[in-house]
């Protein structure tokens, strides 16, 4: 596989190290590994070609100084990319930006690869799993996935896309099978007809995670008319104690829900929790009593439902970032 | 569809369960089941896309011998989940499968009877590929073509010589089967997948007992490791003890580390080890699951020396399945 790896920095010529043993656990066993090193340290591949995907296990040791590095190869990427180790930051064509920390994955879809990377110590050694994919083998997939239907669509178009707007968080039983895929140290036939299994059932298990996600947490909670009149209720109920805030049993107990759904649906309703919502409400309160500068600071204190100055100014400055004094000082 | 016992005479088979066999059901099988005065029996088709599979239960209040027919042409793997299966097939010939064990065969009608014995409790999986699935595999595994040559001439046989066991990773993908939270087409996709990988990994298996052979435990032999078993499960919350449960099992140590080789290719250590790592895994897809409780109720007094076995076994840690899993409490059960 064709691939060119340059960088805005000074590239100097670094002797490539020789494959490491499999001793290191890095090692992708039966498998072709390209190489190649600068600046940036090293980057290591192994590949793997079967006939609908490819798996690349990519390690990137990055010694040099933080910045960005361009990589590119004359492939189209069509791929799912699963952050093993570290985190990933880097920008494709028509500006989507792609950030993935240690344990995330998305799939992605760019007409040629010039992908920026940002590395810096925090990434300095980064492993991901790819692959690449057919796009016709994905297209099989696709009347069960509309989403994905949707990237390939754009792919005719030849438009860069991710699949899903956030990475998703890959879970257990999905790395099992991608250690069983690293692991694998069958050859030949027996080793193509195994990966193929392995592929496809880590394809599924990562659409149906990323793309079903949200359904599923919705799903845990089903909201009446009354509950919604409830949860509005609540939420007044708490903006007109906020000197003397309720617990949320007292709350829920106040306005006639349970509070296993006050808890669940005021977020669906509003976005966030309750404790979230109260406490921006109350930082906003605070800072408007400072600015009137009427009231001593252990009154605020009080005024918002706090016990003692003390604890509002550390709750304050942990909110804002400054202390209530610096307020006073200034207004 | 109905089976016919020696002593319980015809079991007629519903598709309308009784309450006790619902709650074992798989998600979308076709099960066919009868609750009586002789016991349980449940029959479930798993439809993969190209591979079916069927997994029974079986537990008779007497010893009893069970006729099993089934007219097509059968190419399958065999594992027995629990208990020892005695059985007599036409074509075949009589065997025995312990826990575990794994037969690949091949019949152009099923005709088998199998022997139970009283309020034991018989779980097996029977994996119905066709040839055009074990024919890409040919040049790996030697005897392969002959056998796939016989099964086109419709000439029954067993393609495993020895008697072979299903390893750690073949019972995890039955687990996944069993317990597939997919549905529709996917599920369908994705079982014959997995059911593929379960081939792979049986033929690997089959390959390997040809080099180094096992010898099977006989029928009196298994009894005891069997009870082993069930009270290593029954305490394994609690600190083990080799010694303790080879008296209480009346085997010698060595002996009964012997014994749990044989029937699950581990020692009795390393089973324990699966089985509290593999328990902690679950509990801690719960939600509200302290490390520290699933620490406990794995065997492990000290949560730090649990999360380092823990990561040691699978490669991450307690944490990670925490906040990853997607059993948010109303995923894998269908109950």
């Keep these: 596989m064709p691939l060119d790896i340059t960088s805005t920095k000074p590239v100097e010529t670094y002797p490539v190290p020789s494959a490491p043993s499999s001793s290191d656990g890095n090692v992708f066993p039966n498998t072709e590994a390209l190489q190649a090193s600068g600046c940036f340290s090293s980057l290591l591949f192994y590949d793997h070609h079967c006939t609908d995907f490819c798996i690349r296990m990519s390690n990137y040791f990055v010694s040099a100084d933080p910045g960005w590095y361009e ?20 920008q494709l064509q028509d500006g989507i930006k792609l950030i993935m920390t240690e344990g995330q994955y998305n799939m992605l879809y760019s007409p040629s690869v010039r992908k920026i990377s940002w590395f810096d110590s925090s990434n300095s050694h ?22 994905l239907a949707g990237l390939l669509e754009k792919r005719n178009r030849l438009l860069s896309s991710l699949l899903s707007t956030s990475p998703a968080q890959f879970s257990p039983d999905m790395l099992r099978v991608m250690n069983a895929i690293i692991d694998c140290n069958y050859t030949g036939d027996l080793r193509r007809v195994y990966m193929q299994s392995k592929v496809a059932e880590l394809l599924l298990m990562a659409l149906e995670r990323i793309l079903h996600r949200r359904v599923e947490k919705k799903k845990t909670i089903k909201l009446r008319q009354y509950d919604v009149e409830r949860l509005y209720e609540s939420r007044e109920y708490l903006m007109m104690h906020m000197e003397n805030p309720p617990t949320l049993k007292e709350l829920a107990h106040k306005v006639g829900i349970n ?30 009593y400072l600015a009137e500068k009427n009231k001593s600071m252990l009154e605020i204190a009080l005024l918002t439902g706090y016990q003692d100055s003390s604890n509002f100014s550390r709750a304050f400055k942990g909110y804002f970032g400054f202390t209530p004094g610096t307020i006073k000082k200034h207004s | ?40 029996v449940l029959l479930q088709e798993l439809e993969g896309d190209g591979i079916s599979m069927q997994y029974s239960h079986l537990q008779f209040t ?49 005709h088998a009877r199998v022997k139970v014995e009283c309020e034991r409790l018989y779980r097996h999986l029977t994996i119905f590929y066709k040839p055009e699935h074990l024919s890409p595999l040919q040049e790996s595994f030697p005897g392969l073509d002959l056998f796939l ?12 010589t020895t008697y072979c066991i299903a390893d750690h990773p073949i019972m995890l993908l039955i687990d996944t089967i069993l317990k597939c939270p997919y549905t529709g087409t996917l599920r369908k996709i994705y079982l014959e997948h997995i059911a593929m990988d379960i081939l792979v990994l049986a033929l690997v298996q089959i390959r390997e007992s040809g080099i180094k052979a096992i010898t099977p435990l006989s029928e009196e032999e298994i009894a005891p490791i069997y009870r082993a078993k069930e009270i290593l499960l029954r305490d394994i919350e609690k600190p083990f003890s080799l010694t303790d449960l080879a008296e209480e099992t009346g085997l010698s140590p060595y002996k009964l580390n012997g014994g749990f080789k044989s029937v699950f290719a581990m020692g009795v250590t390393e089973f324990l080890l699966e089985q509290r790592m593999e328990r902690a895994h679950l509990l801690l897809q719960e939600k509200d699951m302290l490390v520290s409780t699933v620490a406990k109720k794995s065997g492990y007094s000290h949560p730090n020396a649990f999360s380092l076995a823990f990561k040691k076994y699978f490669g991450y840690t307690p944490g990670f399945v925490q906040k990853n899993s997607r059993s948010s409490g109303n995923e894998s059960n269908p109950e």
């Design chain 1, 71 to 90: 990589k590119e190869d004359q492939d189209t990427i069509l791929e799912l990319q699963f952050a093993l180790k570290g985190d990933l930051h880097y």
């Design chain 1, 126 to 147: 980064t492993t991901t799993l790819d692959i690449h994919f057919s796009p016709s083998y994905l297209q099989k997939m696709a009347t069960d996935f509309p989403e």
């Design chain 1, 259 to 288: 509070d296993f759904k006050l808890k669940k649906g005021y977020k669906l309703i509003f976005g966030s929790t309750i404790f979230e919502d109260f406490n921006r409400a109350r930082m906003e309160k605070a800072k408007e």
């Design chain 2, 1 to 40: 569809m109905r089976l016919i016992a020696t002593n319980a005479g015809e079991i007629s088979l519903s598709s309308s369960l009784p309450a006790k066999l619902k709650s074992l059901q798989v998600r979308e099988s076709i099960a066919y089941g009868a609750e009586g005065a002789f016991g349980h």
């Design chain 2, 62 to 110: 007497e010893n009893d011998k069970i006729q099993y027919d089934l007219d097509q042409p059968s190419l399958c793997l065999h594992i027995s989940l629990s208990n020892t299966f005695l059985y007599e097939v036409d074509g075949l010939g009589t065997g025995f499968l312990h826990e575990r064990g794994l037969n690949l065969n091949y019949v152009p009608s099923m």
């Design chain 2, 149 to 160: 040559k016989n099964t086109e001439a419709g000439k029954a046989g067993q393609f495993n």
